[in-house]
């Protein structure tokens, strides 16, 4: 390809270091994404409680992106702003290690704070190494190496969640569950240190000063006119933003249902969380492949339309084995969405636009959204009824949590009928109706997801 700009040897060691250092960073999350939750119901946090622990974070994160972008738009280096947001995640995820002992006082309160500390310093970090990475990446490779550092991410981040849920398992038989936690948090730790080493090396790229700036969007507030303008981008995150919103409503208490409610162990909350993320792994590539083929759109509509349906298959059993099938079929869901949704929203960004600031738009509008419904949820989690009066049809939930999962599902219904007449495949020229993705996708199954994959890597090294 005569277009390839030729990596300089520096640049490719710096490249295969940030593939080491996605291991680092994916059992951090693994084990602090998932198990979050988890903790705060093994330190005796309510529902509601639960609920603030995963949901308040989000939105304090999504301003520290736009934090990072004002201090990089005053000259500090992009470098030293990724690996000081990452050294701070590691002093937060000490601090949880701590909590483990349990003698500290408003153990909760402390540890909500925490949590919004750790997703603070996590956010900081995104826009400047994204924008790193974008300029060390040519744009022709950048499909390839960013697919292949999200696979090696998700193995690590899978291996992370079953080990995390081997440990506990085995701590709580032998009745030293706290000491399970403090281990589990001390390999996140020894991850984020080992990401933050390799951090060290990326090349120090300096952002043009603009010493006069007294707000994040400083010298790019044109720009951001020019891009909320554009309708369908406007409209677009709005979807986004109400469906990441209408999702937090149910979302946080997933984890209380099972470990509460449902009196599952930690080998079968783990299991419950690692099926869905296996359906996303295997079938990923075929949800690509039908993007490509038949447009964002069609895949973006099909799965949008299948996401209201899965907190209320919750409502239906409490069979173990169940359950373990919903959250395949939400993992075949999520994959699609995410992978269309983000590939639809850089096709409506605007050429030569800041991706940092684009970006942080982004967040701070779905944190925004996300804490509104996190709140909501707490609320009807605390205080909704079991026994329901609807124009004279009574209703009653089994579990006291029911009531949640079923307003979380209407909400999103309701987004998804809102948005769906009013988005347009930008890309193609046609996209497909629904009918023609299942039909492609039923075609397409894991296993044929797989053999995409390797394949594809044969004829690469070919």
């Known amino acids: 390809m005569s277009g390839t700009r030729r990596l300089s040897r520096a640049d490719r060691q710096v490249l295969r270091e940030s593939q080491k250092e996605a291991v680092g960073s994916a059992v951090m999350s693994g084990v602090c994404d998932n198990y979050l939750a988890a903790f705060a119901i093994f330190l005796n946090a309510s529902a509601q409680q639960v609920g603030w622990v995963v949901a308040v974070p989000q939105l304090l994160g999504a301003w520290a992106q736009l934090l990072s972008v004002w201090v990089a738009r005053r000259g500090v280096r992009r470098r ?20 483990c002992a349990r ?70 038989l032998l009745d030293s569950t706290a000491v399970g936690f403090a281990a589990l948090f001390a390999c996140a730790l020894f991850g984020r240190i080992a990401s933050v080493r390799l951090l060290l090396r990326l090349p120090d790229v300096e952002v043009e000063p603009q010493a006069h700036a007294k707000s994040p969007f400083a010298g790019a507030g044109r720009e951001i006119r020019r891009t909320l303008e554009h309708l369908e981008y406007r409209r677009f995150i709005v979807f986004v933003a109400m469906m990441h919103g209408a999702v937090a409503v149910s979302g946080p208490f997933f984890s209380v249902h099972m470990l509460r409610n449902l009196g599952f162990s930690y080998v079968e909350f783990m299991s419950n969380l690692a099926a869905s993320l296996i359906m996303q792994l295997l079938t990923l590539s075929s949800w690509g492949y039908i993007s490509d083929h038949l447009g964002n759109r069609s895949v973006l509509i099909t799965t949008a339309f299948i996401i209201p349906t899965l907190p209320m298959l919750w409502i239906f059993s409490d069979n173990y084995w169940y359950l373990l099938a919903v959250q395949g079929l939400s993992g075949l869901a999520w994959g699609g969405f995410a992978l269309s ?52 049809m009574d209703i009653s939930f089994a579990k006291p949590l029911y009531g949640v999962f079923a307003c979380s599902a209407l909400l999103r219904l309701s987004v998804v009928l809102w948005f769906a007449p009013r988005v347009a495949e930008i890309r193609l020229s046609s996209s497909a109706t629904i009918n023609e993705v299942m039909i492609r996708m039923a075609r397409i199954n894991p296993v044929t997801g797989v053999v995409m994959d390797i394949i594809g890597a044969v004829r690469k090294r070919r």
């Not at 995640?89 to 949880?96: E, F, H, P, R």
């Not at 750790?118 to 190496?145: C, N, T």
């Not at 940092?356 to 605390?382: D, K």
């Open 80 to 99: 030293l702003l990724t690996v000081c947001g990452a050294a701070f995640q590691s002093v937060t995820i000490a601090v949880l290690m701590a909590l």
């Open 103 to 172: 003698t500290i006082d408003h153990t909760i309160l402390v540890l909500i704070v925490t949590a919004m500390l750790f997703q603070a310093g996590g956010h900081f970090v995104q826009p400047q190494w994204r924008s790193v990475m974008v300029m060390l990446v040519p744009i022709e490779r950048r499909g390839r190496y960013f697919a292949h550092r999200a696979r090696i991410s998700a193995i690590a981040s899978f291996a992370a969640l079953a080990a995390g849920g081997l440990l506990l398992h085995v701590a709580k």
């Open 341 to 392: 949704s983000t590939n639809y929203l850089y096709d409506l960004r605007p050429p030569g636009s800041e991706l940092a600031i684009f970006s942080a738009v982004h967040a701070v509008t779905s944190g925004l959204a996300i804490f509104a419904g996190a709140a909501l949820g707490g609320a009807l989690a605390a205080h909704l009824p079991a026994d329901i009066n609807l124009g004279g």
